[in-house]
């Protein structure tokens, strides 16, 4: 079984900074992809940043520039450090990885529950 848990969010003002992290426990041989998304009300959810286990990462255009994708191989960890954060950005930040199962050896993608970020103006 392979768990994905999210921390770290909460409410923030305008122009102010949060970090979040997301924790992969489990039945892990490996952890190749990790990302973060996020769904604001009534919206569909979107990409936010991704990184690839060598450090290769992709930003949204929305988060260019404000946010940064980080990750500690070791821990099974990514971060997402977000700075001048604007009400636009209030939304679950959800965790996602592609992980080889141990035994299996077979690449799954898994979700954590998300985390809550909010921005007021």
């Known amino acids: 079984q392979v768990r994905l848990v999210e921390s770290g969010g909460g409410l923030v003002q305008a122009g102010g900074s949060l970090r979040i992290s997301c924790e992969a426990s489990g039945n892990i041989e490996r952890v190749n992809g990790m990302g973060w998304f996020r769904q604001a009300p009534g919206k569909e959810r979107e990409l936010v940043a991704t990184i690839t286990s060598n450090g290769r990462t992709v930003y949204a255009d929305s988060v260019e520039s404000r946010f940064t994708i980080s990750r500690d191989n070791a821990k099974n960890t990514v971060y997402l450090e977000m700075n001048n954060l604007k009400p636009d950005d209030t939304a679950v930040y959800y965790c996602?990885?592609?992980?080889?199962?141990?035994?299996?050896?077979?690449?799954?993608?898994?979700w954590g529950k998300g985390t809550l970020v909010t921005v007021s103006s």
């Open positions: 996602n990885a592609e992980i080889v199962v141990r035994l299996l050896l077979r690449e799954y993608v898994y």
